[in-house]
């Protein structure tokens, strides 16, 4: 039996997701793109064959045609609307961040133990990028030892004024986040951030993380929204025996002109493409078989990364090094470092 999906969000994400269910996702319908802007929404239901428009939320993810609820409108109607799916017992798959604080993400959190059962998945893609999965394979393998450290690097190509250095920690950092925590199988217990004093007034600055585990990692995140060449994600898990390095999906190798060169995207779609569709498709069918997929972030895992991301904004303001503080952990979820 076909999963009938409700699209809520109609802007670069939800497309994306809507156009990717419809063309790589086995076993599952879209019966309705919804969004606040009609017109938006008609776009995208025409483009993916979608059966039906509506411009209100709530009405579309509780129609009875609909089985399960993608989630990617402004980051403030996520609480409601992921509470609302979890109330109809519909599995919900929330584009980042699950709550912009940490209360509306334990709002959600509340409402699922209350309900006895987890439904929601967090957009978290990376969690089934191939690059991360072999990087977190070869450490549970022992090839590179006893893990010691994480470094990371997201770039992007460039970001409008106001998103600035905190939101470079509470909007961009939050994938870092959570596939730290992914990978090493640790929580990150305290943060540290900074930029440099010698970006140009007026520019968004990078900012670089310090952080630490409760196993003792040392981990860094550098994240440039100003990168300026192009959408670049690296990486590097260091143990004491080997490291592993994430390599960038890249399709051809240009030589022309006495030199070799390969493309950048310019966003993350093309770079997490494959992520995207791992993820997408691994929601379905848990839906489909009426379970959470293996692995997947769940809402706990959305509360984590966004009280990291408010301990980190803190650092930077204030220049001190932050405890991340935690919230009790339901059973629901089974125990840290699981
Ligand atoms: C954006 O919101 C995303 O989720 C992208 O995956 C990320 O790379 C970008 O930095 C964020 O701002």
Redesign the pocket.
Known sequence: MSVRLAVIGAGVMGADHARILAEDVPGCTLQVICDADGARARTVADATGAAHVDTDAMAALSRADVDAVLVASPDDTHTALTIACVEAGKPVLCE?PLAPGTEGCLEIVAAEVRAGRRLTQVGFMRRYDPSYTEMRAALVAGHIGKPLMMHNF?R?KE?PDW?GGT?AIT??AP?EFDIVRFVLGAELTHIAAYEPAAAPAGQVAPVVMVLGTDQGHLVTIE?N?NAAYG?D?RGELVGDAGSVCLNTPVASRLNARLAASEAYAA??RPR?AEAYRLQNKAWVQAAAAGTVAPGAADAWDGYVATAIGIAGAAALTTGARMPIPCADRPALYGSANA
Do not use: A, E, L, R
């Open positions: 980042k997201h992007n970001v998103f939101m909007n961009s994938h994240v929204n959408y994600v966003d993350w997490f």
